[in-house]
């Protein structure tokens, strides 16, 4: 089983539409939750990051943790075509293990107009 | 500007033949780390560095090497590369902080033949 688990996708969403897409980890004393945006053929951008239960806002994105659960999720309300883009979901170690940082294989979000 | 720079971005290898990629951040992080990146793997940690002499391997350490010598710099060392190797590598960096993530270098892709 894997650390950090997404579905990889497609997802395909229509223009003005919300995405949703959700992540689940299995390590129960992680603390810090990091969503990237990956364009093809360049580097992971950090776009949000989450440690508390409940909902974070920043812009047309929410994050949402659920540690009882161990899941996070990212809306991205008024979907883009900009937004296609592939999103990685992050952990990161514990307290004595903070440059451990795992992530999911990504969701592959296309955003039709 | 702040950045990770790694070079080279491009390198065609031959197997056996070492090699080195190098990295370098100017945001004085305490953190460093060398990902891969392969088609339905995601994003795998090869080793992590807390600081200067500090290192830790990651998921796929088999294989590399890695160095903390100054604080800005990382080099990743394959002694004898193998096809396996063959993947799109990223460098990161993070400051000593529960709360941030990992800024991504441009990326080096390598094949070895």
């Known amino acids: 089983q894997k650390e950090v688990e997404q579905n990889s996708g497609p997802l395909s969403v229509p223009e003005g539409a919300i995405a949703s897409l959700n992540c689940t980890y299995s390590?129960?004393?992680?603390?810090?939750f990091f969503w990237y945006r990956q364009y093809s053929g360049k580097s992971p951008e950090l776009i949000m990051s989450?440690?508390?239960?409940g909902d974070k806002e920043d812009g047309r994105f929410t994050a949402q943790l659920n540690k009882a659960s161990q899941y996070v999720s990212l809306l991205i309300r008024d979907s883009q075509p900009s937004d296609s883009a592939t999103y990685l979901c992050?952990?990161?170690?514990?307290?004595?293990?903070?440059?451990?940082?795992?992530f999911g294989a990504g969701t592959q979000v296309v955003v039709t107009p | 500007e702040a950045q990770v720079t790694q070079n080279p971005r491009y390198l065609i290898t031959v197997t056996g033949k070492k090699l080195t990629v190098t990295c370098s951040q100017n945001?004085?992080?305490?953190?460093m780390s060398w990902y891969r990146q392969d088609p339905g793997l995601g994003l795998r940690q090869i080793y992590y560095?807390?600081?200067?002499?500090?290192?830790d391997k990651g998921d796929v350490p088999e294989g590399y090497k890695v160095s903390r010598k100054e604080k800005r710099n990382f080099p990743l060392i394959l002694e004898s590369p193998s096809p396996n190797q063959t993947s799109l590598y990223f460098c990161?960096?993070?400051?000593?902080?529960?709360?941030?993530?990992?800024?991504f270098g441009s990326g080096t892709r390598l094949t070895v033949v």
């Open positions: 560095s807390m600081n200067v002499e500090v290192t």
């Open positions: 992050a952990v990161k170690g514990t307290t004595d293990s903070w440059g451990k940082f795992q």
């Open positions: 945001m004085n992080h305490e953190y």
């Open positions: 990161a960096s993070s400051p000593h902080e529960r709360n941030y993530g990992y800024t």
């Open positions: 989450i440690y508390s239960n």
């Open positions: 390590d129960r004393v992680s603390q810090s």
